[in-house]
């Protein structure tokens, strides 16, 4: 899907994360056949590729040592993105038909492929990090980032906020513990391809703390513009069914607060994601071009 609210230099970056998604996947034409055909099919079937984009962004702020390492790691966060989207649209959990406008993994394949595809994809997430010191980053920072990527993956992040999402009382919940969902099953990948990017630059531990900050507020407003997406948008532009929290009965900021002040939330923790720009070192138009297309986008 192309956009016009895409920059330039957004474009460049996205171009170089599908660069390097298609370097570290596995290969069509090796067996096992049909699971890397259906790795191949829910990676590089568009995506906005913020997580990736992020990742290099954020290694912008002190001295990588090379690029190869930084693809890696965008490639690594965008494999990890997308397994979360093939098993977040399984019957067993959103039973969603479409992702990137196409129909999604078990619609195409199988539901046990989808299962084994996600699978697959978080493993070769984590296969690429042991490839990381031969790419020039030391082996203290390949442990950190492994450790992070794990922290931020499991039951405090990424797998703990789907399981709260799906388990949650939407009658009795509050903004906050909706906020703690939305940081844990969005934000904790935003956070850590933020952390990623400028681990892998080497950057202070207190820039490291800025990006992480920065993270929050962006996870944040990413899922308050997905969730007013589902109820404002269409099948077309999103490239997903529209409606589908809904007909899930899904706890979002719509549902809890109605739309206009859904919008109105989101409109200020734009503002916050801003004030977290601030205490970036360096030049922070590229990030707040960022901060804009979370809150503009239309897909
Ligand atoms: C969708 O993420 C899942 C959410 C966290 C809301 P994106 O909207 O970034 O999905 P792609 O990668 O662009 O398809
Ligand atoms: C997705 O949230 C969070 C994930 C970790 C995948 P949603 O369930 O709202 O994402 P979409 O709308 O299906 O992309
Ligand atoms: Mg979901
Ligand atoms: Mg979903
Ligand atoms: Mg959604």
Same mark, same amino acid.
Request: net charge negative; glycine share 8%.
């Given at each position: 899907?192309?956009?016009?609210?895409?920059?330039?230099?957004?474009?460049?970056?996205?171009?170089?994360?599908?660069?390097?998604?298609?370097?570290?996947?596995?290969?069509?034409?090796?067996?096992?056949?049909?699971?890397?055909?259906?790795?191949?099919?829910?990676?590089?079937?568009?995506?906005?590729?913020?997580?990736?984009?992020?990742?290099?962004?954020?290694?912008?702020?002190?001295? /990588?040592?090379?690029?190869?390492?930084?693809?890696?790691?965008?490639?690594?966060?965008?494999?990890?993105?997308?397994?979360?989207?093939?098993?977040?649209?399984?019957? %067993?959990?959103?039973?969603?038909?479409? &992702? &990137?406008? #196409?129909?999604?993994?078990?619609?195409?394949?199988?539901?046990?492929?989808?299962?084994?595809?996600?699978?697959?994809?978080?493993? &070769?997430?984590?296969?690429?990090?042991?490839?990381? /010191?031969?790419?020039?980053?030391?082996?203290?920072?390949?442990?950190?980032?492994?450790?992070?990527?794990?922290?931020?993956?499991?039951?405090?992040?990424?797998?703990?906020?789907?399981?709260?999402?799906?388990?949650?009382?939407?009658?009795?919940?509050?903004?906050?513990?909706?906020?703690?969902?939305?940081?844990?099953?969005?934000?904790?990948?935003?956070?850590?391809?933020?952390?990623?990017?400028?681990? %892998?630059?080497?950057?202070?531990?207190?820039?490291?703390?800025?990006?992480?900050?920065?993270?929050?507020?962006?996870?944040?407003?990413?899922?308050?513009?997905?969730?007013?997406?589902?109820?404002?948008?269409?099948?077309?532009?999103?490239?997903?069914? /529209?409606?589908?929290?809904?007909?899930?009965?899904?706890?979002?900021?719509?549902?809890?607060?109605?739309?206009?002040?859904?919008?109105?939330?989101?409109?200020?923790?734009?503002? &916050?994601?801003?004030?977290?720009? #601030?205490?970036?070192?360096?030049?922070?138009?590229?990030?707040?071009?960022?901060?804009?297309?979370?809150?503009?986008?239309?897909?």
């Amino acid at each position: 899907v192309s956009d016009t609210l895409f920059p330039d230099f957004y474009e460049d970056q996205k171009q170089r994360v599908n660069e390097a998604l298609e370097r570290w996947l596995p290969a069509e034409d090796e067996e096992p056949e049909l699971l890397n055909e259906s790795m191949r099919y829910s990676v590089l079937n568009g995506g906005k590729r913020l997580r990736g984009v992020l990742v290099l962004e954020a290694a912008r702020l002190g001295e /990588p040592p090379g690029e190869e390492p930084l693809e890696a790691l965008a490639a690594a966060v965008e494999m990890i993105h997308a397994y979360s989207l093939v098993h977040d649209d399984l019957p %067993a959990m959103d039973d969603d038909d479409y &992702r &990137r406008g #196409q129909p999604s993994n078990h619609k195409q394949y199988d539901e046990a492929i989808a299962i084994l595809t996600g699978d697959a994809l978080l493993t &070769r997430a984590f296969e690429l990090i042991g490839h990381l /010191p031969e790419l020039g980053l030391d082996d203290q920072t390949v442990t950190t980032i492994l450790r992070k990527v794990s922290r931020r993956c499991g039951e405090e992040g990424l797998i703990g906020g789907q399981v709260a999402d799906l388990t949650v009382d939407g009658d009795s919940a509050t903004a906050e513990e909706l906020e703690a969902i939305h940081d844990r099953k969005t934000g904790a990948l935003m956070t850590l391809s933020l952390e990623l990017g400028g681990l %892998a630059a080497g950057v202070e531990d207190t820039e490291v703390e800025s990006l992480r900050r920065l993270g929050e507020t962006l996870g944040r407003a990413f899922q308050i513009k997905d969730d007013l997406l589902d109820v404002t948008g269409d099948l077309d532009t999103l490239g997903k069914d /529209p409606n589908s929290d809904d007909a899930s009965n899904k706890l979002t900021y719509p549902s809890l607060l109605g739309i206009d002040a859904a919008r109105e939330t989101l409109t200020q923790v734009v503002e &916050r994601s801003r004030e977290c720009l #601030q205490s970036l070192a360096g030049n922070h138009d590229r990030f707040g071009r960022i901060v804009d297309l979370v809150s503009e986008r239309r897909h």
